[in-house]
């Protein structure tokens, strides 16, 4: 596997790959790899003949009372990962490779953006909007990967790239699981064992609201209700938010569509999980 840490070497080689017929797949994340980006390696790897993986720690779409300077990082680790499942090319670049101290230029995806982590994490989607329009540039991709984990990203991302004309198929990967339902996510290590122990009740709490649907109720305070009724009842989880919304557009609804997007988010002191699930699929 090829490392690259400025934009002019990840560029040549994309040149040269694309030059010779090969469809490229990109990857971009944030490191501390964990099975759930794998698994958007792996697809990338079974539909694209190079692909590239970036890791980033994004300043630009972390709060500034956020976790950006303790994110978890182990790039040894994460390149040893990404050499064993085949990736052709990883770029690492700097902060200041990327924003080169002058940065000015914003990418603000409307509308989708306002509601869930939107409304909890202000600048949030726009930092992540900027980074991948960046990456989307200096990689020049044929296809995409993210994550169903990240729901919103992925719909904002999608909306950006059709609103843009951005020559690129943005492809949706299912959310990987620990065996007891946690979603997999870097900020798991952030857990206590006692959190970590509790933490498998959003996805719960999802999957009781999931199987109500499949009984027949459509009223969406009801589902809500439960949700909410269920995290309340956990000892140190606090509710950020939990919300059905229409797909794509993410609309409010008092009674639901299908299919409709659950999520929630959860802080476990001070950690926040995310997860999701789509009602009636
Ligand atoms: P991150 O490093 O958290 O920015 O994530 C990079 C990509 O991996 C994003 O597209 C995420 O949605 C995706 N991802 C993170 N966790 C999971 C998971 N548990 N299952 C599937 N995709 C994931």
């Not at 200096?138 to 999608?158: E, M, S």
């Not at 993410?250 to 409709?260: G, T, V, Y």
Request: charged share 25%; with cysteine.
């Amino acid at each position: 596997m090829l490392i690259f840490k400025t934009i002019p070497e990840i560029r040549d080689f994309v040149k040269r790959e694309k030059s010779g017929g090969k469809t490229v797949g990109f990857v971009p994340t944030m490191g501390y790899l964990h099975q759930g980006h794998l698994s958007l390696v792996e697809k990338a790897r079974e539909e694209c003949g190079t692909v590239v993986v970036s890791i980033f720690v994004n300043p630009l779409q972390f709060g500034p009372r956020e976790d950006f300077s303790q994110y978890p990082r182990d790039f040894a680790r994460d390149s040893a990962m990404l050499g064993d499942c085949g990736v052709d090319a990883l770029f690492h670049p700097t902060g200041e490779e990327m924003y080169n101290g002058h940065h000015n230029t914003f990418v603000e995806v409307a509308g989708v953006t306002d509601c869930l982590c939107g409304k909890s994490r202000p600048g949030h989607f726009r930092g992540v909007a900027t980074v991948v329009t960046k990456l989307f540039n200096i990689v020049q991709p044929d296809r995409a990967y993210f994550g169903q984990k990240d729901a919103q990203q992925v719909l904002v991302i999608r909306k950006m790239a059709r609103d843009l004309d951005m020559p690129l198929a943005v492809v949706t990967v299912p959310t990987a699981r620990e065996p007891d339902g946690l979603a997999m996510s870097s900020r798991n290590v952030y857990l206590t064992p006692d959190q970590r122990e509790k933490a498998p009740v959003l996805y719960k709490s999802l999957r009781a609201a999931a199987e109500a649907v499949s009984a027949g109720e459509r009223d969406v305070n009801k589902l809500v209700g439960m949700v909410k009724q269920v995290i309340n009842n956990t000892e140190g989880a606090v509710m950020d938010y939990v919300e059905i919304r229409s797909l794509p557009d993410l609309d409010e609804k008092e009674w639901l569509d299908l299919p409709s997007l659950m999520a929630l988010a959860v802080r476990f002191g001070k950690t926040r999980l995310i997860d999701n699930i789509v009602l009636g699929e």
